[in-house]
Nanobody
Framework: QVQLVESGGGLVQAGGSLRLSCAAS????????MAWFRQAPGKEREFVAA???????QYADSVKGRFTVSRDNAKNTVWLQMNSLKPEDTAVYYC????????????????????WGQGTQVTVSS
């Protein structure tokens, strides 16, 4: 059974930084893409960033240049480094696991991901 556990959320002032972690278990981590999504109150879940099994990455336009997604296959962990945070980044952030073995492309659709963490709250004050 695949399990994803996020950590690292919290309260930060605008302009600050946070690093989210997602620890995965239950399958060979290196063979699958991973992604981060977020959901703000009253809004739909939206794509933030993704990293494929071959380390290709994709970012939402709203976070390009500020956020960086990375992975360490030896630690079964994916990170989201968030810099220059803005109040509009406030949301619950979710880690997601791609169910497809060695998918050739990085996917930004939430419907493509079968495995989800419990979420971690990020609050950016102005």
């Amino acid at each position: 059974q695949v399990q994803l556990v996020e950590s690292g959320g919290g309260l930060v002032q605008a302009g600050g930084s946070l690093r989210l972690s997602c620890a995965a278990s239950g399958r060979p981590f290196s063979d699958y893409g991973m992604a981060w999504f977020r959901q703000a109150p009253g809004k739909e879940r939206e794509f933030v960033a993704a990293i494929g099994w071959r380390y290709s990455t994709q970012y939402a336009d709203s976070v390009k240049g500020r956020f960086t997604v990375s992975r360490d296959n030896a630690k079964n962990t994916v990170w989201l480094q968030m810099n220059s945070l803005k109040p509009e980044d406030t949301a619950v952030y979710y880690c997601a696991g791609d169910p497809r073995f060695r998918r050739a492309v990085v996917i930004d659709r939430a419907s493509a991901y079968d495995y989800w963490g419990q979420g971690t709250q990020v609050t950016v004050s102005s």
